[in-house]
């Protein structure tokens, strides 16, 4: 008995061929693109750099653990791929911002170690994967803590001086160094 012809293989290879002329957008590559800040230890530099590597392969591939160190302001995705050392795609545009950069803000994010601190909006972005802007802090003018939130987690304020805990304020009056 003789199999219908959508069972050939002539035929399914026709099939994926004309699947692939009508749908080409569909089939690209992703990639995770980072937004870092590098310390140099040994030169005593400080830079932000937009990459396709993660945080812990720039690291090594730059120089090792012992001169550097990163840690990561922001990521988002990028479609296509870097294999000809193409650099990794722009950071996305916000998309209606409530805040802009140099804003100073106020945490509202509950049960957080953040909560109720201010801080200054360094970077703004939009986060496809959750559908909303994140937003970049730094804290303090000593400790330059960095923290990202989501817009609903902030609230604008006029405040010039960052709110700082207790035991920090401590720290800060006797002298004490960590």
């Known amino acids: 008995m ?5 069972q050939s293989g002539r035929f399914k290879i026709g099939l ?9 957008f569909s089939l690209s590559a992703e990639y995770r693109a980072y937004l870092i800040e590098v310390y140099d230890h040994i030169a005593t530099k400080k830079w932000e750099e937009r990459t396709g590597f993660s945080p812990d392969k720039y690291v ?17 995705v990028c479609y ?3 294999s000809g050392y193409t650099p990794a795609c722009p950071m996305p545009n916000p998309i209606k911002p409530r805040f802009k950069v140099g804003d100073r803000v106020r945490i509202t994010l509950d049960k957080h170690i953040t909560q109720h601190m201010v801080g ?4 703004v972005y939009y986060q496809k ?3 909303s802007n994140v ?9 330059q803590m960095y923290n990202r939130y989501f817009e609903f987690d902030l609230v604008k304020t006029g405040e010039t001086k960052t709110i700082q805990n207790k035991q920090a304020i401590t720290a800060e009056a006797t002298g004490a160094t960590q």
């Open 2 to 6: 003789r199999s219908p012809p959508y």
């Open 16 to 24: 994926l061929f004309a699947l692939l002329v009508i749908f080409p």
């Open 60 to 76: 090594l591939t730059h120089g090792g653990g012992n001169r550097l160190s990163v840690f990561t302001k922001a990521t988002w």
């Open 80 to 82: 296509g791929d870097t």
């Open 120 to 123: 200054t909006v360094e970077l």
């Open 129 to 131: 994967g959750v559908k």
């Open 135 to 143: 937003y970049g802090i730094r804290f303090g003018d000593k400790r």
